[in-house]
């Protein structure tokens, strides 16, 4: 590991530590908290790329389901879900899976709620994923954002993640593009 990731990483534990921010590991006791988080995340960020109509009828319903289902594939272990929190309070959510056959782990989720933006938490939460990918033997991690979400991109982008293609989806009913962003594990 370069000596700058290792600096990076041991600021962002110092910084979260004096910002009063931990994570733990949820449970499935935690599964209508994080569609709860998912879907207030989502809502903000994507008002104006993706329907209005949905983010506000059928996004929570939609978030409550995917996640119900997605717990019972985490307590079995295919991935980690950690709740960031401050004073005690959630701010934000993680979720990655284990490393795929060329060593790459998949951020499936990052969420910061608005109280958890300018803790670090965002940034301690990519920094604990990346240790754990270590110690599984991953050489990078990856990510999907929606090409429109641009704080999302500045944000990875000034962390050293790169962009490296760009992918047709569907969401909300909708056709939309998302960036695929890299950053290798020294």
Same mark, same amino acid.
């Given at each position: 590991m370069s000596n700058s990731k290792l600096t990076n990483e041991r600021d962002a534990h110092l910084q979260s530590e004096a910002a009063g921010l931990s994570l733990r590991a949820a449970t499935s006791d935690d599964t209508v908290l994080i569609a709860s988080m998912h879907a207030q995340s &989502?809502?903000?960020a994507y008002r104006g790329i993706l329907p209005d109509d949905w983010l506000d009828r059928d996004l929570q319903a939609e978030r409550a389901a995917h &996640?119900? *289902?997605?717990m019972q594939e985490i307590v079995a272990g295919a991935s980690c879900l950690l709740i960031a929190e401050h004073a005690g309070e959630p701010v934000g959510f993680v979720c990655f899976d284990q490393p795929d056959a060329s060593g790459s782990v998949y951020i499936d989720n990052l969420h910061a709620l608005p109280m958890g933006r300018g803790?670090?938490?965002? *940034?301690?939460?990519?920094?604990?994923?990346?240790r754990w990918a270590r110690s599984r033997g991953a050489h990078q991690l990856h990510l999907l954002v929606l090409e429109q979400n641009t704080a999302a991109i500045g944000f990875y982008e000034s962390r050293g993640w790169k962009r490296e293609a760009r992918l047709a989806e569907q969401m909300a009913g909708?056709?939309?593009?998302?960036?695929?962003y890299v950053l290798p594990l020294e």
């Open positions: &989502w809502a903000r &996640w119900q *289902t997605r803790l670090g938490a965002g *940034t301690a939460m990519l920094a604990e994923a990346a909708i056709d939309v593009f998302s960036l695929r």
